[in-house]
């Protein structure tokens, strides 16, 4: 990227913020990408892990953006952040060159979801069973599956924790990039001997919480 383009590049940034801050929260950040590597980085962010022509990774949203030229948003887990962050990519030009505009909201934003899912279909053997979504106790990503949890039961289903994320009603949170919990199976929360954050379930069972959600579990149980 030649520093022409960087510095027009820079220059019209400057201006999408403008028009941006108008709407979007004070804390988010705004990143552009051209030719797969990003030429402009604004955010207040101390946890925000994106240099100057560091390359656009495979799958994020602004890897997306350039592929398809189309707007994309979804919630993401990658090493931009400490933290999921919600996104939205827009196509835009730079100098004739096919460019991604990425803004980065926290992950807790309250986008307009499509309607909660009511149940979860899953397969146990080679049976298939509709579950009512409130009788699910977790759900949990494992050998690049995902797995939910009735009555100890285990269900495969071929949904992602991302895409669960969006369509699962709010009393569902996510706490680890592995792990989603219904907060009416939690039991306790407490730290373990090692000072990590662990819950119980109602079962007994322990799931770990990631220092980048609990944050996000302390303002959503308000403790």
Known sequence: MNNKLNSLAKAISE????????????DSSIAIAVENSYVFSHSKHHSMHLEIGQQVLPDSIADQVLRTQQKTEAIL?????????YGIGYPIFIQNEPAALVV???STF???RTEPYQFLTGKQDEEWNPV??????HIE???????FYVESEQFKTNITLKELQIR???????????YIVNIHFIKKMARDLT????ITLMDGSELPVSQSYINHLRSALEF
């Open 15 to 26: 201006q999408y913020i403008l028009m941006l801050k108008d709407w979007i929260p004070a």
């Open 77 to 85: 887990d990658n090493s931009l952040f400490d933290s999921p962050y």
């Open 104 to 106: 980065i909201l926290p």
């Open 110 to 112: 309250p986008i307009k």
């Open 132 to 137: 009512a979504i409130n009788k699910i106790s």
């Open 141 to 147: 990503s494992l050998q690049k599956k995902t797995w």
């Open 168 to 178: 699962l009603p709010s009393y569902f949170i996510r706490i680890h990039r592995s």
């Open 195 to 198: 000072s990590n954050f662990i």
